[in-house]
């Protein structure tokens, strides 16, 4: 008969405790971590914004570059382009649809209609993509994503500034006479660029989570060129049709694509004249340029930490 003998149970060191989630984030905060992609705080993207401001100038400027570099005319193609797109308009609407009738120096004001358009409508165009196309930057470079539609934008204004010099060409050509008034031309386009990159920071906040958004755009864009007085004068329009409504002038005057051209027009054409202009156009321009690029800016700060995920 077998004896079983009572062996004491093995003894276990205890299993510590998992530290709580309080203790862990008073541990990060006494070390100095922060959480990975957490969005920071609008003074301190700002000044990190800044502080890349080399990045994002040559950034832009390589991207200007490298725009037409496969095309043999290379860089000529940044004053062609928008030279082109006005031959069309002025047969277009100049010959065809008489557009030009009563409206002096048409061709300095369809050219310049023409350059200041393309700004807008290029920048908004290029915001649109700023995240859904450059994803692979995004994921792997850890910066302020707001320098990609700024940094777009910038591009846009250095080619507009090629075109510039295509506008003077023109405008002495046509007999415009070079005026103190042109000038003002550099507040306007300050203005404009303001407009642009708040309009582009909103539509890169869009087209990061619907990529779809970038095959509409340029369909509300044709719309809106057609509203802007690209190839005609709205108020020469306005004052021909007594009987539209009120608000159809109200609303075709403050539009802001149209604010910047007719500033661009004022300033550069002596033809154009302040009567031609709508009441109080450098507060409107002031308050659009204020109201997209403060509003355009915090829009697409507050999702600063979504972007390139998913």
Same mark, same amino acid.
Request: net charge positive; hydrophobic share 55%; aromatic share 12%.
């Given at each position: 008969m077998s004896q079983v003998l009572d062996t004491p149970p093995l003894k276990t060191a205890p299993t510590p405790a998992a530290p709580a989630d309080d203790d862990l984030v008073a541990l990060a905060a006494r070390h100095g971590l922060s959480v990975s992609g957490a969005r920071p705080s609008l003074p301190q993207y700002v000044r990190q914004l800044w502080a890349r401001r080399h990045f994002i100038a040559a950034f832009s400027t390589a991207k200007l570059t490298a725009q037409y570099s496969q095309a043999k005319l290379g860089q000529v193609w940044q004053v062609m382009t928008p030279l082109l797109n006005a031959a069309v308009y002025y047969l277009i609407f100049g010959v065809?649809?008489?557009?030009?009738?009563?409206?002096?120096?048409?061709?300095?004001?369809?050219?310049?209609?023409?350059?200041?358009?393309?700004?807008?409508?290029?920048?908004?165009?290029?915001?649109?993509?700023?995240?859904?196309?450059?994803?692979? !930057? =995004?994921?792997? +470079?850890? %910066?302020?994503?707001?320098?990609?539609?700024?940094?777009?934008?910038?591009?846009?204004?250095?080619?507009?500034?090629?075109?510039?010099?295509? !506008? =003077?060409?023109? +405008?002495? %050509?046509f007999g415009v006479p070079v005026a103190v008034s042109w000038v003002l031309a550099i507040p306007a386009l300050v203005l404009q660029f303001t407009f642009n990159a708040g309009v582009s920071m909103i539509l890169a906040r869009l087209g990061a989570k619907t990529p779809d958004l970038a095959q509409l755009m340029p369909f509300v864009l044709r719309t809106w060129m057609y509203a802007s007085g690209v190839m005609f004068s709205i108020d020469h329009i306005l004052s021909r049709h007594t009987d539209l409504p009120s608000w159809v002038g109200t609303v075709l005057q403050a539009n802001p694509a149209a604010v910047y051209i007719d500033l661009m027009r004022f300033a550069l054409i002596d033809s154009f004249h302040a009567s031609q202009l709508p009441p109080h156009v450098w507060a409107l321009a002031t308050g659009w340029a204020l109201l997209a690029g403060v509003g355009g800016f915090i829009y697409f700060w507050k999702a600063e930490e979504t972007y390139g995920r998913g």
């Open positions: 065809l649809l008489q557009t030009k009738k009563g409206v002096p120096d048409y061709v300095p004001f369809l050219v310049t209609g023409v350059f200041i358009w393309t700004f807008t409508q290029s920048s908004i165009l290029a915001g649109t993509r700023a995240i859904s196309g450059n994803l692979g !930057l =995004v994921r792997a +470079l850890h %910066f302020p994503r707001a320098a990609l539609p700024i940094s777009f934008c910038l591009q846009q204004l250095q080619q507009l500034l090629f075109s510039m010099a295509a !506008l =003077v060409v023109i +405008l002495l %050509f």
